[in-house]
């Protein structure tokens, strides 16, 4: 099932930081009812996962977000507001449990078993071509020759269909404007993804966290407000959000195609300020929007589907069932580092941009969204993690996002400054961060031993604060 699955954002970290920078003197908060933005953002071409723990490099303030938390405040040039005073968007709710139709099930069923028919007809091929006599091999093979251009007809004519039949299910991208194959009903995708949530609700049934704990009201307001301010869109009016925070220490979040969110605490306690959370949350929302799952899953099914074709002709050319496993292990490689992974970063990278765009109506500073990617980066570097080359993961690395992201911000301020958000105030998030990252290096080197020429940075005990 990880075809139609979330597109997820997986990365681990334990930085508490509750107190927001950039917000101005002004007395139109973050999430004020004057800040609405119905812009329709124009056509215009979060999430890698990685396992680790960012440590207290980046805390502002030690005070965990629990469930006796004093409201959140968005602070700035000594203004603070209360986050709580804000009516929630009252779109979020639970939606009802769907009878998933036997269709999804269908293919969930067939194409395992398209795989295993390939293979017995393909050695059935094989066989029947050992087992025939040497004068009648010449005899096909002659015939073959002198119908060679009636065959190459009946290859071409087979492409042709494969074509006809991508070229006239692509669709346009919401937002984006990009043409896409889509082979799969929305119906019977929104059926598929209500099969999901049940399955992550059966696992979590024990870990949500009570619409009156305060991390809840958090994430309900982030949701609400980019929801809000977005509601021009009309993928985004359509969708009704539905919250779900997961009392789980690994730093998760996703977004289920119906608009189910789901986020662990593990996150909350990771993201440096709500900027970099909303910032998150507009990636996942954007998979969502864009209906990135059907489209990757759509992707995977078509070419799995041509791979038949040639998992035949593997199976019935090898001289031995060996070489033809190995043969089918490389035809699988091929497809998944040609195709499937570098299609995933495309669709990461879409989600980054929306996201972002996402962010900027709410009136967020987008600055913080390529910090968190250099936060994420620096914290591998710190703890000594081996890097994996770009073209082996489904996402961008940490720094190549960042690097993307600060390319997309001039844009997405742009987008900020037409909604009429207050001006950003106070230094840049980015020049804060080099700041901090050598404020570290310069305290890592202070802190060497006499008899080590190596620096011990597994645990740094820095707490940088915001200006």
């Known amino acids: 099932t990880n075809t139609w699955r979330r597109q997820r954002l997986d990365l681990s970290g334990n930085t508490r930081n509750w107190f927001l920078p950039g917000i101005p003197d002004s007395h139109r908060n973050f999430i004020g009812e004057g800040q609405r933005c119905l812009l329709s953002i124009p056509n215009a071409g979060a999430n890698r996962t990685a396992h680790h723990s960012l440590g207290r490099f980046f805390s502002q303030s030690s005070q965990p977000l629990g469930e006796k938390v004093t409201p959140l405040l968005l602070s700035s040039a000594g203004h603070h507001f209360c986050a709580w005073n804000v009516p929630t968007v009252r779109s979020l709710r ?82 984006t404007g990009r043409a896409r194959l889509l082979v799969f009903g929305k119906e019977h995708f929104r059926e598929l993804s209500q099969m999901e949530y049940e399955m992550w609700m ?100 078509f070419l799995d589907f041509l791979s038949l074709i040639f998992l035949t002709m593997i199976w019935a050319i090898c001289p031995r069932d060996s070489l033809a496993v190995v043969g089918q292990w490389i035809q699988s490689k091929l497809q998944e580092f040609m195709f499937d992974r570098p299609y995933s970063r495309t669709l990461e990278a879409e989600a980054d941009k929306v996201g972002l765009q996402f962010a900027a109506k709410a009136c967020v500073d987008v ?74 290096l310069e305290s890592s080197k202070h802190r060497e031993t006499p008899n080590s020429t190596k620096q011990d940075l597994s645990k740094p005990k820095l707490d940088f604060a915001h200006t």
């Open 94 to 175: 639970t939606s009802p449990s769907l009878q998933a139709a036997p269709v999804p099930l269908f293919w969930l069923v067939v194409k395992p078993a398209q795989k295993l028919l390939a293979i017995i007809l393909g050695r059935s091929i094989r066989n029947w071509w050992k087992a025939l006599p040497p004068n009648k091999r010449e005899l096909l093979k002659e015939s073959a020759r002198k119908n060679k251009w009636k065959i190459l007809l009946g290859v071409s004519g087979l492409g042709v269909v494969f074509v006809m039949f991508y070229f006239t299910h692509l669709e346009e991208t919401p937002i």
């Open 202 to 301: 059966e696992e979590f049934k024990n870990q949500m966290l009570p619409e009156t704990d305060a991390r809840y009201q958090v994430v309900e307001r982030v949701v609400g407000h980019l929801s809000e301010s977005n509601k021009d869109i009309p993928e985004v009016a359509a969708l009704e959000w539905v919250i779900h925070v997961v009392d789980e220490p690994g730093v998760n979040a996703f977004v289920l195609p119906n608009g189910q969110v789901f986020v662990f605490t593990g996150l909350l306690e990771a993201v440096s300020d709500i900027h970099q959370l909303s910032f998150i949350l507009g990636h996942e929302i954007a998979h969502a929007v864009l209906e990135h799952a059907a489209e990757k899953a759509s992707l995977v099914h």
């Open 367 to 440: 600055r913080a969204s390529s910090v968190f990617w250099q936060q994420m980066e620096l914290a591998e570097t710190i703890q000594g993690q081996p890097k994996i080359p770009e073209w082996l993961s489904t996402h961008p690395s940490h720094e190549n996002r960042a690097e993307h992201l600060d390319r997309l911000i001039p844009q997405a301020l742009k987008i900020r400054e037409s909604c009429n958000c207050p001006s950003l105030s106070g230094p840049d998030p980015r020049l804060i961060f080099r700041l901090n990252m050598q404020h570290l």
